[in-house]
């Protein structure tokens, strides 16, 4: 039988269950957002004749399934803007500081080009109005395309300028400002959860590269070391750049340095005066005015005794084209070292060390290889005059090296924290946030057919619960009944003292009152070992009575008397009492 705790213990777990089954409409179902995540390297990509190769630093990706280029993340840019066919010509083979290239060397400084007439050509209306980050790059907006980007695992086709002519754009730009495009339409297609990206830059030194990445739609956990510092992101305008990401530097000091000797910090950038900065992932050195780059050439004056001993571009562009110039000078001048170590907000302390911020001369040889020039070294740092278009400090990659950043639109806001350098595994994590009135994406349909599946689960219990009920009531029992039941425990009677049954035995000899054959009184006039009164009756213990048989005689070893026993009848009892 079915004890009553135990029926009220199946009705409690039922309704449990039931309740825990059925689907809430409170609390959404909330899945994992995804999020890509795409690399940031040396960027090689090879032509089937090796005669276009292209050696740059980017992401490469793919273009409407048969064109690569290599491009970079860029804030400078809302749209996703492309390097195409044209840029390269004889007529565009002059850079910006006025040196010949040749088609090898433009190749790779462009990171490849998107061959217009494999993506479809597409009307430029609003482009120029949603980019205005780049205040003379609009002029050279004239097409744009609707191209298929590979994003690792994922495909996306947008809508991007085409940029054929000019000298200002050096490589294709990932658009990650504000109003990125490609953030948006990812989101909207469920490829990302939020309009989010976190940058590693790796590194581009000499003596210590290494790899990065790019997350969109949330950030890499492994790449950061310690607590984030957190940001507003900006729509102001620094000097006459747009720049989202901008920071105040409170504190910049420069060390310089050598074996034998160490300068007290030289003060760069002082808390009284601050200078407000954009961090830019498309630039690659520290861009500051004139009147900062004067203070580092005057350091070294100062720890060397003589003037730095500068070298022009033109001065080694038979040797090499270096895409960015900063600071070049012998490598054998002064044998010093410089650090830096900046203070943004007096709150985020960050060192650039010297293989950072000093590197031996890297460029492009005539074929468009990368060079290493260890005769030359450069200082990661130029200078701009006021009346610049760009007059605002901006920091680049040289600054990022040692900085995880994270950006978050969905916030607006971004957040800095020291970089993990020894990254194995990354971990990408989304930064979209579950709300009330998101469940996971899911369908009216999915969530239709989950709360059919959950009744369907709840009715599948019920029956396997009667089921147990109906075994414990009907089928148990009748195997109870088939087992051996064990009589009733009868206490034995206070025996007098013992007398031993004299069979030859020896002061071991079991001590035992006289038994009574048949049932009957035994009469013992002479006990042995001991003492029992004459002519008393003692009862058969009930332990003797199990041994089956009408008349059986038991013998106990080592004595020669036979104890008779009776069998007695099985007791009548209830199978349910000892279920």
């Not at 031996?360 to 006021?386: C, F, H, N, R, S």
């Not at 579950?434 to 709840?458: E, F, H, Q, R, Y």
């Amino acid at each position: 039988m079915v004890r009553p705790t135990e029926k009220y213990g199946v009705f409690a777990a039922i309704f449990a269950l039931s309740i825990f089954m059925t689907p809430t409409h409170g609390a959404p179902a909330c899945q994992l957002s995804r999020t890509i995540q795409l690399k940031l390297d040396n960027c090689t990509i090879l032509s089937a004749d090796n005669k276009a190769d292209v050696f740059s630093w980017g992401i490469r990706m793919g273009i409407s399934g048969s064109e690569e280029i290599c491009i970079v993340p860029s804030t400078v840019t809302n749209s996703t803007i492309f390097t195409a066919t044209g840029l390269c010509d004889d007529s565009q083979l002059v850079d910006a500081n006025q040196i010949q290239m040749t088609r090898n060397q433009c190749l790779s400084r462009r990171g490849g080009l998107v061959d217009t007439s494999k993506v479809t050509s597409v009307s430029t209306e609003g482009l120029r109005e949603l980019n205005p980050g780049w205040i003379e790059l609009a002029e050279n907006i004239d097409s744009a395309a609707s191209a298929t980007l590979e994003l690792d695992q994922d495909t996306i086709t947008m809508i991007g300028p085409l940029v054929t002519k000019g000298q200002l754009l050096t490589q294709s730009h990932l658009g990650l400002a504000s109003g990125a495009t490609i953030l948006q339409t990812l989101k909207d297609s469920g490829k990302i959860g939020a309009r989010s990206w976190g940058l590693n830059s790796g590194s581009q030194s000499v003596v210590a590269p290494r790899s990065g990445s790019l997350v969109l739609g949330g950030s890499d956990g492994a790449s950061r070391n310690g607590r984030f510092y957190d940001f507003p992101i900006s729509n102001r305008l620094n000097g006459k750049r747009h720049c989202p990401l901008q920071v105040r530097v409170t504190s910049m000091t420069a060390i310089i340095s050598n074996a034998t000797e160490t300068l007290p910090p030289e003060p760069i950038v002082q808390e009284s005066d601050p200078m407000d900065v954009c961090i830019e992932p498309y630039d690659n050195l520290f861009r500051m005015p004139d009147t900062k780059v004067v203070l580092f050439t005057g350091l070294v004056q100062k720890f060397t005794g003589k003037s730095l001993d500068t070298i022009g571009v033109k001065d080694y562009q038979n040797e090499l084209l270096n895409i960015e110039p900063g600071i070049v000078y012998p490598s054998d001048f002064g044998n010093f070292n410089i650090s830096l170590r900046i203070t943004i907000n007096n709150s985020l302390t960050v060192e650039i060390p010297p293989h950072e911020f000093q590197r031996p001369l890297k460029g492009l040889d005539k074929t468009g290889k990368p060079v290493v020039d260890m005769e030359k070294t450069e200082m990661q740092i130029y200078g701009y005059t006021a009346n610049e278009p760009q007059d605002s400090p901006v920091f680049g990659k040289a600054f990022l090296s040692q900085l995880y950043l994270f950006v978050d639109y969905e916030t607006m806001t971004f957040h800095l924290a020291n970089q993990n350098m020894d990254v194995s595994t990354p971990i990408p994590t989304s930064s979209a946030e579950c709300t009330s009135s998101d469940s996971g994406g899911l369908s009216p349909a999915a969530k239709g057919l989950i709360g059919v599946g959950a009744v369907v689960g709840v009715l599948l219990l019920l029956v396997a619960l009667l089921g147990y009920c109906f075994y414990k009531r009907v089928w148990r029992p009748s195997r109870e009944n088939r087992r051996p039941i064990t009589p009733p425990y009868v206490d034995p009677p206070t025996p007098d003292p013992p007398t031993t049954v004299d069979g030859g035995g020896h002061d071991g000899d079991i001590p035992l009152a006289p038994v009574p054959r048949n049932g009957g009184t035994v009469e013992n006039n002479e006990p042995t070992r001991g003492t029992a009164a004459p002519n008393r009756t003692v009862p058969v213990l009930a332990e003797a009575a199990i041994v089956a048989g009408p008349q059986q005689e038991h013998a106990i070893p080592g004595n020669p008397v036979r104890i008779p026993v009776t069998s007695r009848p099985r007791p009548n009892s209830d199978p349910g009492e000892f279920a």
